[in-house]
C-alpha cells in the first residue's frame, strides 16, 4: 500500500514539474517576451488615461470653485 502511495506522489510531481518547465520554457522565447511587453504596455496607457481623466475632473472641478472659463466645454483634452 504504501509503494502505490509513493508512486502516485512521484507521478504528480513529474506532472507538475513537466508542466512548471513548459510553461517557464514558452515565457522565455521571443513571445513571451512580446507577451509581457504588451502587458506592461497595456497596463502603462491604461494607467495613463484614468490620471489624464482625474486630472481633467479636478481642473473643471477648481475652474468652476474660482469661477474662471464658465463657458470652457466639458470633457477629455484632444
Known sequence: MKKIFWL???I???VVAARKLAAAKGALGPEGLNRAV???SDAV???AGALRSGMDQ???ELR???GLDPERPV???H
Do not use: K, Q
Request: no cysteine.
Open 45 to 47: 496607457h491604461d494607467f
Open 38 to 40: 504588451g502587458r506592461a
Open 8 to 10: 502516485g506522489v512521484g
Open 58 to 60: 479636478r481642473e473643471t
Open 64 to 66: 468652476a470653485a474660482l
Open 75 to 77: 470633457g477629455p483634452r
Open 12 to 14: 504528480t510531481l513529474g
